[in-house]
């Protein structure tokens, strides 16, 4: 069973919370109301995940994480308000080490979260299963390739920017637990000169989608932006799924590709899904197509990238060490006869291989 400490200054969040685990299996063996308290809890108890509250007196959500990650690791989840402030409030904590976020209704609103019961456990237990050790936080330098595109250059290369990169190159990512450090790490890495068009589906909840392309664009040399519901995507620019939509990519023209909101019912009990996005894609694109799954639970994205091997296009794969949540990953490798198995810290090496690998 599953052991969880929950850190929040409402009694009423904190009660509704702990029903909602234990009526699905997880036991509460912790309720913090404040920061520090929430810090000396964690530390004794040795929970498997803790929930942790943005606002909270004492400490800051962001501060109990830096402290918890510092001096006992510990697989936590941020309960998130939705608001602007709490939303990058969120992203600097998923930063300072937690594995994911769920969004809190506003106020004390419990019936509002108890609709939410299900999703709620199942982010939880997969938190909990997250490892949050100092190893597999560094990168690794060693990788497994399963075809001729696993022959990237060793870690800490330099990647050769100088190269062409032909046939109007389209990458696809598809992330989830644990995903958002590593999308922003291998976005920040790929070369602005390659010319990618990018497509990214990250599970997240709307209204933080849009703050995490912000977020993105601030961050990397590509222009990315939250899909609005019909873009046209050209080279150097990226596109991420908005929360609650998924994205289908409806055309290819002149080297650009072209993605409209798709209202179909969730695959996999999530929207936006990745399939969606890599299945399309394959049916679609005309230049060169790859995709890449990380870190997340579930198996969203394996037939995804299934078709898009089918098609011809180059598969990537994160790797156990290095993934927070080794599910969709694991599930992609097993499926999928795949290019290459990379750790988070080669996977943007890893995709200017693949497409340097490729003629016109």
Same mark, same amino acid.
């Given at each position: ?209 849009? =703050? ?143 497409? =340097?690998?490729?003629?016109?």
């Amino acid at each position: 069973m599953v052991r969880a400490v929950i850190a929040d200054d409402s009694a009423v969040m904190r009660e509704t919370l702990g029903k909602i685990l234990e009526d699905g299996g997880v036991e509460v063996v912790g309720r913090a109301k404040n920061g520090t308290e929430a810090v000396a809890m964690i530390g004794r108890l040795e929970p498997d995940v803790a929930t942790i509250d943005i606002q909270m007196p004492g400490l800051t959500g962001h501060e109990v994480i830096e402290r918890v990650m510092a001096d006992n690791p510990t697989p936590m989840l941020v309960i998130s308000s939705q608001t602007t402030k709490n939303a990058d409030a969120t992203f600097d904590a998923l930063e300072a080490g937690a594995v994911d976020f769920i969004a809190k209704p506003s106020g004390d609103n419990s019936v509002d979260i108890w609709s939410k019961q299900d999703e709620i456990v199942e982010q939880v237990e997969a938190v909990a299963s997250a490892d949050v050790s100092k190893a597999t936080e560094s990168n690794r330098n060693t990788s497994t390739g399963t075809g001729s595109g696993a022959s990237a250059a060793g870690a800490g290369s330099t990647i050769d920017v100088a190269a062409e990169f032909p046939n109007d190159p389209t990458l696809v990512i598809g992330a989830s637990t644990g995903g958002p450090r590593v999308v922003e790490q291998v976005l920040s890495e790929l070369p602005e000169r390659a010319g990618l068009r990018i497509l990214v589906v990250q599970h997240m909840a709307d209204h933080y989608t849009e =703050r995490f392309a912000k977020r993105l664009n601030d961050r990397t040399a590509y222009d990315i932006r939250e899909a609005t519901g019909s873009d046209t995507i050209g080279p150097g620019e990226a596109v991420l799924a908005k929360g609650g939509k998924h994205m289908a990519v409806t055309g290819w023209r002149n080297g650009r590709v072209t993605v409209e909101h798709d209202d179909g019912p969730k695959r996999h009990n999530v929207k936006p899904a990745i399939d969606v996005t890599m299945e399309t894609a394959a049916e679609t694109v005309r230049g060169n197509l790859a995709g890449v799954i990380m870190t997340g639970m579930g198996a969203d994205g394996a037939e995804g990238l299934g078709a898009i091997k089918a098609a011809g296009g180059k598969a990537i794969v994160q790797d156990e060490a290095t993934s927070r949540v080794y599910g969709m990953p694991k599930v992609a490798a097993e499926q999928v006869d795949v290019d290459m198995v990379l750790p988070k810290g080669r996977l943007a090496e890893g995709v200017v291989n693949a497409f =340097r690998g490729w003629s016109a």
